[in-house]
Protein backbone atom coordinates (compact mmCIF):
# COMPACT_ATOMS: atom_id res chain seq x y z
CA UNK A 1 0.00 0.00 0.00
CA UNK A 2 2.83 2.15 0.83
CA UNK A 3 4.33 1.85 -3.13
CA UNK A 4 0.56 2.92 -4.15
CA UNK A 5 1.04 6.37 -2.28
CA UNK A 6 4.35 6.67 -3.34
CA UNK A 7 3.11 6.45 -7.19
CA UNK A 8 0.00 8.72 -6.60
CA UNK A 9 1.83 11.94 -4.92
CA UNK A 10 4.24 11.47 -8.25
CA UNK A 11 1.37 10.96 -10.52
CA UNK A 12 -0.42 13.96 -8.38
CA UNK A 13 2.66 16.46 -8.58
CA UNK A 14 3.43 15.74 -11.88
CA UNK A 15 -0.48 16.67 -12.92
CA UNK A 16 0.31 20.04 -11.14
CA UNK A 17 2.88 20.78 -12.91
CA UNK A 18 1.36 20.24 -15.69
CA UNK A 19 -1.38 22.37 -14.52
CA UNK A 20 1.03 25.07 -13.56
CA UNK A 21 2.99 25.08 -16.98
CA UNK A 22 -0.10 25.49 -19.17
CA UNK A 23 -1.25 28.12 -16.70
CA UNK A 24 1.68 29.90 -17.49
CA UNK A 25 1.60 29.55 -21.34
CA UNK A 26 -1.77 30.65 -21.09
CA UNK A 27 -0.95 33.70 -19.28
CA UNK A 28 1.99 34.17 -21.37
CA UNK A 29 -0.18 34.34 -24.89
CA UNK A 30 -3.19 36.23 -23.22
CA UNK A 31 -0.16 39.24 -22.06
CA UNK A 32 1.54 38.92 -25.54
CA UNK A 33 -1.73 39.47 -27.39
CA UNK A 34 -2.60 42.55 -25.09
CA UNK A 35 0.43 43.92 -25.77
CA UNK A 36 -0.42 43.79 -29.30
CA UNK A 37 -2.91 46.95 -28.51
CA UNK A 38 -1.55 50.33 -27.98
CA UNK A 39 -4.09 51.48 -25.50
CA UNK A 40 -3.14 48.26 -23.43
CA UNK A 41 0.31 49.49 -23.41
CA UNK A 42 0.03 52.93 -22.56
CA UNK A 43 -1.74 51.76 -19.65
CA UNK A 44 0.98 49.53 -19.11
CA UNK A 45 3.53 52.24 -18.92
CA UNK A 46 1.49 54.17 -16.29
CA UNK A 47 0.99 51.16 -13.95
CA UNK A 48 5.10 50.50 -14.51
CA UNK A 49 5.84 54.31 -13.62
CA UNK A 50 3.28 54.35 -10.50
CA UNK A 51 6.24 51.26 -10.02
CA UNK A 52 8.58 53.25 -9.97
CA UNK A 53 10.51 51.05 -11.57
CA UNK A 54 13.88 53.50 -12.40
CA UNK A 55 13.78 55.13 -9.25
CA UNK A 56 15.85 54.90 -6.41
CA UNK A 57 13.95 53.04 -2.91
CA UNK A 58 16.50 54.53 -0.57
CA UNK A 59 15.42 56.40 2.27
CA UNK A 60 16.25 56.64 6.10
CA UNK A 61 12.75 55.47 6.83
CA UNK A 62 13.02 51.71 6.60
CA UNK A 63 9.31 51.90 6.41
CA UNK A 64 9.50 54.01 3.67
CA UNK A 65 12.11 52.10 2.09
CA UNK A 66 10.01 48.99 2.64
CA UNK A 67 7.23 50.28 0.61
CA UNK A 68 9.62 51.93 -1.95
CA UNK A 69 10.96 48.30 -2.66
CA UNK A 70 7.87 46.47 -2.79
CA UNK A 71 6.63 48.80 -5.54
CA UNK A 72 9.99 48.32 -7.55
CA UNK A 73 9.60 44.82 -6.79
CA UNK A 74 6.03 44.25 -8.63
CA UNK A 75 7.10 46.52 -11.37
CA UNK A 76 10.28 44.51 -12.09
CA UNK A 77 7.86 41.22 -12.30
CA UNK A 78 5.62 42.82 -14.41
CA UNK A 79 8.66 44.01 -16.86
CA UNK A 80 9.96 40.47 -16.75
CA UNK A 81 6.60 38.70 -17.55
CA UNK A 82 6.63 41.99 -20.59
CA UNK A 83 10.36 40.67 -21.62
CA UNK A 84 9.33 36.82 -21.60
CA UNK A 85 6.21 37.42 -23.59
CA UNK A 86 6.99 39.79 -26.18
CA UNK A 87 10.43 41.39 -26.16
CA UNK A 88 10.31 43.95 -28.62
CA UNK A 89 7.13 45.40 -26.28
CA UNK A 90 9.17 47.07 -23.75
CA UNK A 91 11.10 49.10 -26.72
CA UNK A 92 7.73 49.65 -28.56
CA UNK A 93 6.13 51.33 -25.04
CA UNK A 94 9.24 53.91 -24.77
CA UNK A 95 8.92 54.66 -28.08
CA UNK A 96 5.16 55.36 -27.75
CA UNK A 97 5.87 57.86 -24.52
CA UNK A 98 8.95 59.56 -25.81
CA UNK A 99 7.06 60.64 -28.55
CA UNK A 100 3.79 61.20 -26.35
CA UNK A 101 6.06 63.39 -23.96
CA UNK A 102 6.82 65.34 -26.91
CA UNK A 103 4.08 66.44 -28.73
CA UNK A 104 2.35 67.39 -25.11
CA UNK A 105 5.85 69.48 -24.43
CA UNK A 106 5.11 71.02 -28.04
CA UNK A 107 1.64 71.50 -27.24
CA UNK A 108 2.28 73.39 -23.23
CA UNK A 109 4.82 75.39 -25.12
CA UNK A 110 2.07 76.49 -28.17
CA UNK A 111 -0.02 77.42 -25.13
CA UNK A 112 2.60 79.86 -23.09
CA UNK A 113 3.32 81.73 -26.77
CA UNK A 114 -0.29 82.25 -27.14
CA UNK A 115 -0.82 83.49 -23.26
CA UNK A 116 2.54 85.53 -23.58
CA UNK A 117 0.68 87.07 -26.82
CA UNK A 118 -2.83 87.58 -25.26
CA UNK A 119 -1.13 89.59 -21.93
Known amino acids: MELFDYDMDRAEQHARNNQERQRQENLMHDLKNLLNDETFRRFLWYVLSLCKV ?5 D ?3 VIMAFREGQRDIGIHIMQEVMTAAPEAYEIMR ?3 TKQAEEEAETLKMMIKEAILHE
Open 54 to 58: MDKSM
Open 60 to 62: VNP
Open 95 to 97: AEH
